[in-house]
């Protein structure tokens, strides 16, 4: 067994450095290459730069964008990367959940939640350009929002986020990079874009070594308890998963194939043997007693998390999206994941 776990340690220790190492060079090469580094292709612009532009995607698709001076930000996402990239005053409205940064961003007008759109709110921000991720502009409260904002001479950029993770069959790093690329270069900032993504790979290293060091590979389960009386957990194709997988964990949700947020029967969770359970941090401080709120979960007390009380939690708001913040997030929760094996 410690044979087993020393290999273990290893292995995420020399992914981890091997993470770091790659992300030198990749700055390297970014210092000799200039722009040519970027998956994004910007044409179109004019000699001594500026709009219009052309951004093609990682998917060939291409958006003309007249001007960038009024954004309005249809997703927290969104909002974080434009704020991110030192822009943030060239926002001028944002959905319900944004929330960083803090004191901020909740003095924007606020245009309701990205399920539901209020364009004629949207308008009259008297946006030049918004953005929003693909899935956001399939949800059915928004369908016809796109002609409706051409209609009225509004760029819109669609960052093609979920594409990319169908894509490649899950989130991953190089889907939150996309997402903060394109952003970058609609902005003319690339070289901002990739100092941010430095940081995000540094992020994500950081967690990583906190697993090596700990040598242990806990397996953890997404839980999100509702008031009447469900249970759902996350597995493939959500933010979450990807925090667990970043901070050197096995999802639970993902190894038992469920794909989304999917409600679970009692005789479920038990086999999935979780050692840990995360919570989202505002139903834990909603309770008076928030371990024997999770105990009371039917079959939680059967697991291994249950019966040694391993109970975490995090910041719903900050796991549940793919902002460049997540890499960030994972950090803080591998933080927590291995704080009692220091």
């Known amino acids: 067994m410690e044979q087993k776990q020393m290999e273990l340690k290893k292995s995420i220790l020399l992914n981890a450095l091997f993470n770091v190492k790659k992300l030198s060079c990749n700055l390297m090469r970014s210092a000799a290459l200039g722009l040519a580094t970027s998956v994004f292709i910007i044409s179109s612009v004019q000699a001594a730069g500026g709009y219009p532009l052309n951004v093609t995607d990682s998917f060939g698709n291409e958006t003309t964008i007249n001007s960038a001076k009024r954004i309005v930000a249809l ?3 969104v909002s974080d990367a434009i704020f991110g990239l030192g822009l943030g005053d060239l926002v001028v ?8 940064p803090e004191g901020v961003i909740e003095k924007l007008p606020d245009v309701g939640s990205y399920s539901s759109l209020n364009v004629e709110g949207v308008l009259s921000l008297n946006p030049d350009l918004v953005i929003m991720p693909d899935w956001a502009a399939k949800k059915e409260g928004n369908l016809g929002i796109f002609e409706q904002l051409k209609a009225a001479d509004v760029d819109v950029l669609i960052v093609p986020e979920l594409a990319r993770a169908k894509e490649q069959g899950k989130y991953t790093m190089r889907v939150l990079e996309e997402f903060v690329e394109l952003i970058a270069a609609a902005l003319e900032v690339p070289e901002k874009g990739h100092e941010l993504i430095e940081g995000m790979r540094l992020d994500a290293a950081a967690a990583a070594k906190l697993a ?3 040598g242990k590979h806990y397996r953890v389960m997404s839980m999100l308890p509702y008031s009447e009386g469900s ?8 933010t979450e ?5 970043l901070a050197g964990a096995i999802n639970v949700g993902a190894e038992a194939k469920i794909s989304g947020e999917k409600e679970i029967d009692p005789e479920a969770i038990i086999p999935m043997k979780p050692d840990y359970i995360v919570i989202p941090q505002k139903l834990w401080d909603r309770n008076e007693d928030p371990v024997q709120y999770i105990l009371a979960i039917p079959g939680v007390s059967e697991t291994p998390a249950g019966e040694n009380k391993k109970f975490l939690t995090w910041a719903s708001l900050e796991t549940h999206r793919a902002s460049w913040r997540l890499p960030s997030a994972a950090k803080a929760f591998a933080e927590k994941l291995y704080a009692d094996d220091k």
Not at 93 to 100: F, L, P, S, V, Y
Not at 231 to 238: I, P, S, V, Y
């Open 93 to 100: 409205g944002r959905t319900k959940n944004a929330i960083w």
């Open 75 to 77: 997703v927290p996402s």
């Open 212 to 214: 090596a060091d700990s």
């Open 241 to 245: 998963d990807l925090v667990i997988r």
């Open 231 to 238: 249970t759902r957990t996350t597995g493939l194709m959500k």
